[in-house]
Structures are given as structure tokens and as C-alpha cells.
């Protein structure tokens, strides 16, 4: 750009650019996950010199003017799409959201005898609250591993409630592996009734729809499924928060106190994450906010859903009533047969590759097929998806 000035607007940011994209393909990988292509234009077209700086943001100082305003930018924009009160301090940290299973009790609990309290809806949560275990009396309020994690927490009276007083109660909003999730934008119909501060994990639902910030007390998750790359996991931590003492042990870099009081600096930050991040909030803002990312989520998960309803071969394992519009897990079964067929199911991963469709393959600890719908699949591209499933089932049925 030879030291020319960009706008820094999100229009201006993803005007059109003629830069090839042949011989991509559909990614519908769990995380990483596709990004857009505007983003990846974008960070093509600055990867050299950025900003007219001479050097790439891989390269720049993080103490420098220039990633000053990359961060603060992120921040603004983070802002503003999630309508976060100015009492929430917004940490950009590295670690990813599991060691957010450390650091959570780690600031919020740090006296021994406090209780906390988890919603286990699935493989996440199960390790969040393994990890808190080791901190204090964490506790689960509701057991998913009843129903195989088909299933979600409706209301207070589906939760076994401890004596005493808790210090926070956690939950996970989407569940990758197994795909259930809370609906809606506000907090889950089981929690209204609580005081105690609210921990949501939203790393794979991220800025797919709009969120009540305001009624949680920290809101945590990865980038690298709906907002960015590996390398940054955002924090949203209500101010009050911070006045809590952590533990005596607690390592500097996970003290949420020390790095908000820092701006997310008292070390080198994930510088670029830190700008991939920036530049898909910038996206989202530019495509119509998190509302529209919501309706465009529910048609894509809707299409898939309803395939799978028709089918006489494919089976969705979530229940109906929290099925995630992110995570599409189903498993693939000979006509007339219950069970899954792990060899049909290879055999759809192989042909689904094929036809340039990739990470579909279920998680490994439970199999199966999983389609991740994040921000950046389009609606076409899911309809692609969708034929394919059409054709596979054709071919298997006239077998």
C-alpha cells in the first residue's frame, strides 16, 4: 500500500477485491474454522506492510502506536455488537477457553469451603467442572451424562440445588461435541432465578446471535470457531469481579485483575489473533450485526435439519428442543437399522471430501458426522451440504 491511509470503516475495510479463491473448499471443521473471505482478503492484502507502518502485524511491536489502535479498535467494535456496559472489561487472553476451566475458580473462588456450581451439558462443561475440583467444592446442578448429553437443563426444578451459598454458577451456551445449546439471547430459563454471578463458556456460539452480556458476571470463549483464529480467547468480566481476591496461587497472566488493570498487556499479548479478531467483529458489523448473523444461523441449521428429519438414514442426536444451531451432529444408519454404521459413515466422510466438503467427521470421542455452521459458511454453501446428503442417501437407499 506504499504508506497510503486506510478508512478504517467496515465498509471500506471489505470493498470487493479481485483476489483468486480457487480450490477452496466447504470447511465445516469444528475449530479452527473457516473464516470469511473478506477477512482473508483482507489480511492477504496487509500481510506485507500494514497500514502503511513497513512491516506486518506479525512483526510489530505490541508496546507500538500502531497495534494501539489494532486492539482498541477490536475492542470498540466488540463493544458495540454486543452492547457491553462500560463496567465490563473486555481481556483479550491467551490459553484458550480450557484454561478458562483454571482461571474461572482460580479468580472467583479463592477460599477453601466456597461452593460453585455447573450445568453439565456436555464434554466441555464436564471438563470445566473436573478442573474446578481441584480449586474448591465445585458442584454439578444438572448431570447431561443421564441422557447421553441429548439433553438441556428447561427449568430450576431439572437442577439438584446444594445447600449453602454459591459462589458462581457456570455453564456452557454450545456444546461443539455433542451439539445441544441454550436458546435465545438472554440466560437460560433454568438460571433467571439465581444471584450469584452467571459464567457462560460461548466459545463455539460466539457472535452467531445476539447476547445479554448484563446479566452475566464473566463471558469467556475461544475465537478460532466464530470470531478469529487460535491464539486469543476473550474475556468479558464485570467490574465487581475484579475485587474478588484470587488465589494465592494464581499465575500473574491469569489474573483477570492484574491483566484488566494491564489493558490484556502485562505481557506480549496474541498480537495477530488479536487483529484476525478485529477484523471479523468488523464483518459481522458490516453484514448486519449479530441479528443477522442469528437468522442467517437458524436457516443453514434449519436446511440440515430438516434433511435429516426426511431421511430414512440419517439420525440427529441432539433432542429437538436444544438442538445447536452451530453443531449439526448425526449419525448415518443402513435403512431399517437404529444403529449407526461407522463404515457408512467413512464412506460419506470420503465422498463428502470428494466433493470438496471437509471436517465433517464427528468428534472423536463419540463419532459420528458433525457439521459446523459457523459465521462464515454461507447459505450456499450449507445448500451444497445439503444436496450432497440428498445424493448420498439416494445412492445408499438404491444399494
Not at 69 to 75: D, H, L, Q, S, T
Not at 357 to 373: F, T
Amino acid at each position: 500500500r506504499n504508506g497510503a491511509a486506510k478508512h478504517h470503516t467496515a465498509h471500506a475495510l471489505f470493498e470487493h477485491r479481485e483476489m483468486a479463491a480457487e480450490g477452496r473448499k466447504i470447511n465445516l471443521g469444528a475449530g479452527p474454522a473457516a473464516l470469511p473471505l473478506e477477512v482473508l482478503r483482507n489480511v492477504q492484502s496487509d500481510m506485507l506492510n500494514w497500514n502503511g507502518t513497513g512491516c506486518s502485524v506479525l512483526e510489530m511491536s505490541h508496546r507500538s502506536s500502531a497495534f494501539g489502535r489494532i486492539i482498541e479498535e477490536a475492542e470498540e467494535t466488540l463493544r458495540s455488537l454486543l452492547d457491553i456496559p462500560e463496567s465490563y472489561h473486555v481481556l483479550f487472553l491467551q490459553g484458550g477457553a480450557s484454561l478458562g476451566f483454571s482461571s474461572v475458580p482460580m479468580n472467583l473462588c479463592p477460599k477453601d469451603g466456597r461452593k460453585m456450581g455447573y450445568i453439565v451439558t456436555g464434554g466441555w462443561s464436564k471438563k470445566a467442572l473436573t478442573e474446578a475440583q481441584k480449586y474448591g467444592d465445585a458442584v454439578a446442578l444438572f448431570d447431561g451424562s443421564t441422557s447421553n448429553y441429548t439433553t438441556i437443563p428447561t427449568s430450576k426444578d431439572d437442577l439438584c440445588i446444594p445447600e449453602g451459598e454459591l459462589d458462581y454458577i457456570y455453564y456452557c451456551a454450545n456444546e461443539t461435541v455433542h451439539g445441544v445449546e441454550f436458546g435465545g439471547s438472554g440466560v437460560p430459563e433454568c438460571l433467571k432465578s439465581f444471584t450469584c454471578p452467571l459464567i457462560a463458556d460461548v466459545s463455539s456460539n460466539f457472535l452467531s446471535k445476539p447476547m445479554s452480556v448484563r446479566d452475566h458476571g464473566i463471558v469467556y470463549g475461544g475465537a478460532q470457531k466464530n470470531s478469529g483464529i487460535a491464539g486469543v480467547t476473550i474475556f468479558i468480566v464485570r467490574g465487581d469481579l475484579l475485587e474478588r481476591l484470587a488465589h494465592p496461587l494464581t499465575p500473574t497472566c491469569m489474573n483477570y485483575a492484574v491483566m484488566a488493570k494491564a489493558r490484556s498487556m502485562y505481557n506480549t499479548p496474541p498480537t495477530f489473533s488479536i487483529y484476525v479478531a478485529g477484523l471479523v467483529y468488523q464483518w459481522i458489523q458490516s453484514a448486519g450485526g449479530l441479528r443477522a448473523m442469528a437468522s442467517l444461523n437458524e436457516a443453514k441449521s434449519a436446511l440440515l435439519y430438516t434433511r435429516i428429519a426426511r431421511s430414512k438414514i440419517y439420525r440427529a442426536r441432539a433432542h429437538p428442543s436444544c438442538r445447536s444451531h452451530m453443531n449439526v451432529v448425526f449419525s448415518v444408519a443402513p435403512p431399517g437399522s437404529g444403529a449407526a454404521d461407522a463404515a457408512l459413515e467413512a464412506r460419506f466422510v470420503a465422498e463428502a471430501a470428494d466433493a470438496n466438503i471437509i471436517g465433517i467427521k464427528g468428534h472423536r470421542s463419540i463419532g459420528g458426522l458433525r457439521a459446523s455452521l459457523y459465521n462464515a459458511i454461507t447459505l450456499e454453501e450449507t445448500k451444497k451440504l445439503e444436496s450432497f446428503m440428498e445424493a448420498f442417501e439416494l445412492k445408499v437407499l438404491s444399494e
